[in-house]
């Protein structure tokens, strides 16, 4: 909390990574990322770059249908999604989720 009260959302990234971290095992590595899984959700945290090159896939029913922390899927987390099968493609530009 703030001084004035207010939530300080300014370590919030931060503190997602740390729970991401905490209550995932590391499932693999690819390339230079640490691939954290769960049930409803993948953590790709860069192996040298930790979270400030990070993103967190959401799953619902093995697919995905969102992803927070990163402004697009790193080409590393996409290549390993679509090698694995999720549903994800690349546009030309980045890689998506359909």
Known sequence: MSEYGHLD????????AQKARESEQIVTKYKDFNIYMGKDKIYFEHEHLGEDDSCCVFLE????????MCFAIP????????????NVYW???FWNYE
């Open 75 to 86: 080409n590393e987390a996409g290549q390993w999604l679509s090698k694995e099968g999720y």
């Open 9 to 16: 959302f300014s370590k919030l990234d931060e503190l997602v």
């Open 61 to 68: 029913n093995g697919r995905i249908y969102d992803y927070d």
């Open 91 to 93: 546009d030309g530009e």
